[in-house]
């Protein structure tokens, strides 16, 4: 009786463990691209750089946007960093929105955001911010949906990719294994 009780939860969750993988990897082949967090420099690179931003702006709430905010490696320590500005998130993977949707409840994030939504066709238009770690398709995706949508923000910063037709304001490498970059675009008014 033992047995068949450890064999029937071990069946449950090898079923789980497998339901999750696939989860993810047809989320990968949807969206072009894994549920990956940036690295930790990356991240602490993007936090600087909205500091000098939001520094600039005393008087001002921005809206900071990321597409495709995954586990939520960014956009929680974004929304802990700046209780004062309106954080938003985009995932589209279920799995690592549920996490990141854990960690704001957790944290009682009440200036974060998340959505499971396909941030291509989402409203971006009151974004003053958007931040991104996505690859180079996703990235002239992105652009033309910006475009398409006559909403450019007012500053872009991705991690590792650029956006096409567009010449980044700075561009910071980070001291690490893949010498990787970060993109800083202060984006023409629309």
Known sequence: MEIDLINGLSIILIAISISLVLSILYYTLKTGISPMPGSARARRCVLDHLTRISEQHPDQSLTITE????????????????????????????????????????????????????????????????????????????????????CLPRWLISICFALPGYQPEHTQRLNDLYNTPVYFYLMPEN
């Open 67 to 150: 597409a495709g905010s995954g586990w939520g490696h960014l956009v929680i320590p974004v929304a802990l960093r700046f209780p004062q500005h309106k954080i938003t998130g985009y995932e589209l993977s279920w799995l690592p929105f549920i996490i990141c949707r854990f960690l704001k409840l957790i944290l009682q994030l009440d200036n974060l955001t998340l959505h499971r939504q396909d941030f291509l066709i989402a409203d971006l238009s009151s974004s003053d911010i958007i931040t991104c770690f996505l690859y180079t398709e996703g990235m002239s995706k992105l652009r033309q949906s910006l475009e398409k949508q006559d």
